[in-house]
């Protein structure tokens, strides 16, 4: 039977449906417990919007702007990895257009299956494209790599900072999924290596003494921990200051992965543009808090001219409305794209980003606000009886 689908939920249940359990468990699940996972959603139901009336909002515009760039809403791609277990034959080019065509943007994940240059050339500069970068152990590939994305147009990087090491997903173990299944590929790291002019599979960096071969090895119970060798386990701020410097002078760089106000003060003092409030929707550290829930005391410590995004719980356009007012300045989607992709390819996420414009849209309007400048803290509220959480916590059902 034909499923309507009406909203970001209605494309997970769907995906559930059609895709093999593993590749499914692999896209919904997080760490240990999944007590984060679980309650980066439920936290938004324990803010509460306090609508404002008889005001006038026959005109609204969910237009904003980000270090000038215009969007088309407050509403983005946050960089994930691996699109082409979704769509194989388009892979990231696929979100990467839909992004184009309503006018946000759509951030790429070093571990694409797509290089960065595919993705430019697929949208054919209609596209507000970012990417994202790790820190690794070799140095130079790090910098190569982002110098990459600035010479194919990229407008900005995020550098993911909460990653030097990942969350045990413990649906991967029990469902083997200890390896990319062929035929994919992180192609950004391949490109890295035929460019040295070494063979693909059996290159190490000796600089860094990386394997590169090691991250489609299988060796480890769930495949994201094979890729964990890669990465700098020895980060300073230093390092941010250096990205700044090194690529970023004419590029905003975002530190993505902050959590508390001190991080978000020290990112900004190492000369970062802004920082996203993230913890890698669920899938890095179990029991830390949602993001909604740490995103006041951040924008408190670095000053609301200093841009604060935030991703991992969206699923709503009030989402979107409770985070706008609690000083957030975008918001970034995950695993709905995923879930999108699934199901209906660049067509799905292009009608699931329509869906959260909106979705916003009749929010703001709702709540008296005609463009995203009306939107302040003084909308959200917690309950008047005090509870601070909606429910008993359950471990979230896949």
Same mark, same amino acid.
């Given at each position: 039977?034909?499923?309507?689908? +009406?909203?970001?939920?209605?494309?997970?249940?769907?995906?559930?449906?059609?895709?093999?359990?593993?590749?499914?468990?692999?896209?919904?699940?997080?760490?240990?417990?999944?007590?984060?996972?679980?309650?980066?959603?439920?936290?938004?139901?324990?803010?509460?919007?306090?609508?404002?009336?008889?005001?006038?909002?026959?005109?609204?515009?969910?237009?904003?702007?980000? *270090?000038?760039?215009?969007?088309? $809403?407050?509403?983005?791609?946050?960089?994930?990895?691996?699109?082409?277990?979704?769509?194989?034959?388009?892979?990231? +080019?696929?979100?990467?257009?839909? +992004?184009?065509?309503?006018?946000?943007?759509?951030?790429?994940?070093?571990?694409?299956?797509?290089?960065? /240059?595919?993705?430019?050339?697929?949208?054919?500069?209609?596209?507000?494209?970012?990417?994202?970068?790790?820190?690794?152990?070799?140095? /130079?590939?790090?910098?190569?790599?982002?110098?990459?994305?600035?010479?194919?147009?990229?407008?900005?990087?995020?550098?993911?900072?909460?990653?030097?090491?990942?969350? *045990?997903?413990?649906?991967?173990?029990?469902?083997? *999924?200890?390896?990319?299944?062929?035929?994919?590929?992180?192609?950004?790291?391949?490109?890295?290596?035929?460019?040295?002019?070494?063979?693909?599979?059996?290159?190490?960096?000796?600089?860094?003494?990386?394997?590169?071969?090691?991250?489609?090895?299988?060796? /480890?119970?769930?495949?994201?921990?094979?890729?964990?060798? =890669?990465?700098?386990?020895?980060?300073?701020?230093?390092?941010?200051?250096?990205?700044?410097?090194?690529? +970023?002078?004419?590029?905003?760089?975002?530190?993505?992965?902050?959590?508390?106000?001190?991080?978000?003060?020290?990112?900004?003092?190492?000369?970062?543009?802004?920082?996203?409030?993230?913890?890698?929707?669920?899938?890095?550290?179990?029991?830390? =808090?949602?993001?909604?829930?740490?995103?006041?005391?951040?924008?408190?410590?670095?000053?609301?001219?200093?841009?604060?995004?935030?991703?991992?719980?969206?699923?709503?356009?009030?989402?979107?409305?409770?985070?706008?007012?609690?000083?957030?300045?975008?918001?970034?989607?995950?695993?709905?794209?995923?879930?999108?992709?699934?199901?209906?390819?660049?067509? @799905?996420?292009?009608?699931?980003?329509? $869906?959260?414009?909106?979705?916003?849209?009749? @929010?703001?309007?709702?709540?008296?606000?005609?463009?995203?400048?009306?939107?302040?803290?003084?909308?959200?509220?917690?309950?008047?009886?005090?509870?601070?959480?909606?429910?008993?916590?359950?471990?979230?059902?896949?």
């Amino acid at each position: 039977m034909r499923v309507k689908i +009406c909203n970001a939920g209605d494309y997970q249940r769907v995906a559930g449906s059609i895709l093999p359990t593993p590749l499914y468990e692999y896209l919904a699940s997080g760490t240990d417990d999944e007590q984060t996972l679980s309650e980066n959603e439920s936290a938004f139901k324990a803010w509460y919007l306090r609508p404002r009336v008889m005001r006038p909002v026959g005109s609204i515009s969910t237009v904003t702007t980000l *270090f000038g760039q215009r969007l088309s $809403m407050p509403v983005f791609v946050s960089p994930a990895g691996v699109h082409a277990l979704c769509d194989e034959v388009h892979g990231e +080019c696929a979100a990467a257009r839909a +992004c184009g065509k309503v006018g946000t943007i759509f951030g790429l994940s070093q571990h694409a299956t797509r290089s960065i /240059e595919q993705v430019a050339e697929a949208t054919q500069g209609n596209a507000n494209l970012w990417y994202q970068s790790y820190i690794l152990k070799d140095r /130079e590939m790090t910098l190569r790599l982002a110098r990459r994305a600035a010479k194919a147009g990229y407008r900005g990087i995020f550098l993911t900072v909460d990653s030097v090491r990942f969350g *045990f997903r413990e649906a991967d173990a029990r469902n083997n *999924f200890s390896s990319l299944p062929e035929p994919h590929r992180l192609v950004n790291y391949d490109d890295e290596v035929s460019q040295a002019q070494h063979p693909k599979k059996a290159w190490v960096a000796p600089e860094a003494s990386v394997d590169k071969s090691k991250i489609y090895s299988g060796q /480890e119970e769930a495949w994201d921990q094979n890729t964990e060798q =890669l990465f700098e386990q020895n980060p300073s701020w230093e390092d941010v200051r250096w990205l700044k410097r090194e690529v +970023c002078r004419d590029l905003p760089l975002i530190v993505k992965g902050i959590m508390t106000a001190e991080d978000a003060i020290e990112a900004k003092k190492a000369g970062a543009d802004g920082v996203m409030v993230s913890n890698h929707g669920g899938r890095g550290l179990d029991s830390a =808090l949602p993001t909604i829930d740490v995103l006041p005391e951040i924008v408190a410590a670095v000053g609301d001219q200093f841009p604060v995004l935030l991703d991992s719980g969206i699923r709503r356009g009030t989402d979107v409305l409770k985070a706008l007012a609690l000083g957030a300045t975008a918001v970034g989607i995950g695993k709905p794209l995923f879930f999108a992709l699934s199901v209906g390819g660049e067509d @799905a996420v292009l009608n699931l980003l329509q $869906m959260f414009q909106r979705e916003t849209e009749a @929010a703001m309007a709702i709540c008296g606000c005609k463009s995203v400048s009306d939107v302040t803290r003084q909308l959200v509220t917690r309950h008047p009886s005090g509870s601070g959480r909606v429910g008993k916590y359950e471990r979230s059902k896949l």
